[in-house]
């Protein structure tokens, strides 16, 4: 039946180069596995069948997440610095992910119905498909004519695809645990949307954080806007949304509904008053302390949330602590770390103290522990008797693994972004790091001319004379 199916598609497919060609097989046969599933084992009303996770579903797993949770992120990281390592890490990981997505619909042992996981996958593996194609063609270096053209919105699309990759591949991995254990069904599917939704979102807050102190401070300075106008900005459009989704509008008002709403209320009205004073009246950008008080305001109401089960009320609780400690953590860095300042240093804005690490890190454990304490999860866990001060431990864990990956991929684009001069020790004796005036004015050029460089081809390149270090160092180009 499969071949059958390969082979009368693969019929159909028009005359195209032998790469393409390769790749829409690919996808052929991935549909036409698609249709193996069986179903017959799962109970009515329910998810999944009784059966345990076999192992090709387990290398499933692990194929996947070593291919989109850590591949592609650092191949990304490698293309935006023009390595040459990008492409051979690349193509690594397409041929592990499709690997791990034939494994997918190959596994024996436990079965599910149809579900998200199954249904996102494709469109998952065509972003996949369309960024190899992008990424084939820059490789080819057609620079004349018409090319010259198509290229730069080549780069600016593959560049794109390349970013939202990972976005798209956090979602996909959340379906599949999801699926994995049958969750989310029914009435437990608005309850689920709202903790895996807001934190995905804690956990993004605070990987932009990340990305703004080691990375984003002269971006931020170009902007000509304080950090803490853009967190208003978001807290404020946040809370117009959940002010008028968390409660069916017209019908009856329901446990934690009032609660919810209220708090998008609090959230549009904070993120408003800190929009407003995150400019001096000169202009110049200020902070202020509102989206850290927002935080902390969220914190509370979470750690005061009623649950039915001790289990998730603790998990709950540790979960409100938690978000209330990086709000803590946000005001005493702005006061009396950075004193108002964007960063520690006026001649060096890559300079952090260490107390910076802890609001994102904290940001990053509250999304954990707010996606780990769902209902059937808490249930879940109640029934195995697993104790919550395991629990959250493990949460913190992955946590830590998180941040730590984080600043690893941001560690790496640095150092080929603005790499380390070459000083002798009387040199950082005299104040600067080199001992130049100019040196966070050279700083900011060569970010910018680093920026610029990705979208423009070599002939620009060559008639406007822009060079980067990162450029000088690295042969490979940006596919």
Known sequence: MFSNALSTSAARIPTMSRPLRHLALLWLAGQAFAHEHHTDEIPEGEAISAQPIDTTLWIHIAIQIASFGIIFPTGMVLGIIRSRWHVPLQVLGVILSIVGYFLGHAHGGRQFAHNVHASFAPFLMLMLIVQVVLGVYLKLHLEKGIHARIRRYTVIGHGVVGKALPVVSWVQMLFGG?????????????????????????????????????????????????????????????????????????????????????????????????????????????????????????????????????????????????????????????????????????????????????????????????????????????????SHVSYILLLFSISFLLFLFVCMLLHLYASYAWPLDRIQPKAMAKGGLNGHVGHVNRRVRDSEEFELEGLMSDDEVAEDGVGTPASKKANGTLT
């Not at 954080?209 to 931020?220: A, D, E, R």
């Not at 408003?272 to 989206?291: A, E, H, I, Q, V």
């Not at 289990?311 to 770390?337: K, N, P, Q, W």
Request: charged share 15%.
């Open 178 to 386: 999801i699926t994995a254990l049958g969750f989310c069904q029914g009435d437990h599917l608005g309850q689920c949307l709202a903790h895996f939704i807001m934190g995905s979102a804690f956990i993004g807050y605070g990987i932009v954080l990340t990305i703004l102190l080691l990375v984003g401070q002269m971006w931020l300075r170009r902007t000509g806007r304080s950090q803490e106008f853009f967190d208003s900005l978001i807290i404020a459009a946040w809370g117009c949304v959940n002010t008028f989704t968390e409660h069916r509008w017209g019908g009856p008002w329901v446990a934690n509904d009032l609660q919810h709403t209220s708090m998008g209320i609090v959230w549009w009205c904070a993120g408003l008053l800190g929009m407003w004073l995150s400019r001096k009246r000169d202009g110049r950008p200020k902070r202020n302390l509102f989206p850290a008080l927002v935080i902390m305001l969220t914190g509370w109401g979470m750690s005061a949330h009623p649950q039915h089960l001790e289990l998730s009320t603790h998990v709950h609780t540790v979960f409100g602590y938690t978000l209330m400690a990086a709000g803590m953590a946000r005001i005493v860095e702005i006061s009396f770390v950075l004193r108002d300042q964007n960063t520690i240093s006026d001649t060096e804005v890559e300079d952090t103290n260490s107390f910076q690490y802890i609001t994102p890190f904290l940001l990053y454990t509250s999304g954990f522990l707010f996606m780990g304490a769902t209902e059937e999860q808490m249930n879940l866990l109640t029934t195995a008797g697993v």
